[in-house]
């Protein structure tokens, strides 16, 4: 049984960077499609981004596309979410998720319910 679990999040200033890590552990997700879901504060849990099984596709939510990178290393079973230009709405839990391969191909890729394998979430608390 694949689990997840993330890592690197923390309090940092509006205009700050923080870097996400997800580290797979109990099997390979190296032929899974990943992504990164957030949920802030009173809010429902939302997409903000998924990188294929081969990093050959990546899509980004609008409130994050040109702020945040996503990539992954196989070899390490770790997938990464680099954020950059921090700002307070951006304060949520983060949890990373693995799906089947190609998932990212539809639009089901933005549904909670496409993905198999959920992290515990880590926090991230971007102050004004």
């Known amino acids: 049984q694949v689990q997840l679990a993330e890592s690197g999040g923390g309090l940092v200033q509006a205009g700050g960077s923080l870097r996400l890590s997800c580290e797979a552990s109990?099997?390979?997700?190296?032929?899974?499609?990943m992504g990164w879901f957030r949920q802030a504060p009173g809010k429902e849990r939302e997409f903000v981004v998924v990188?294929?099984?081969?990093?050959?596709?990546?899509r980004y939510a609008d409130s994050v596309k040109g702020r945040i990178t996503i990539s992954r290393d196989n070899a390490k079973n770790t997938m990464y979410l680099e954020m950059n230009s921090l700002k307070p709405e951006d304060t949520a839990v983060y949890y990373c998720?693995?799906?089947?391969?190609?998932?990212?191909?539809?639009?089901?890729?933005?549904?909670?319910?496409?993905?198999?394998?959920w992290g515990q979430g880590t926090q991230v608390t971007v102050s004004s």
């Open positions: 109990g099997g390979t997700v190296s032929s899974n499609d």
């Open positions: 998720a693995a799906g089947r391969k190609a998932l990212s191909y539809s639009r089901t890729y933005l549904l909670q319910s496409t993905y198999d394998y």
């Open positions: 990188i294929s099984w081969d990093s050959g596709v990546r």
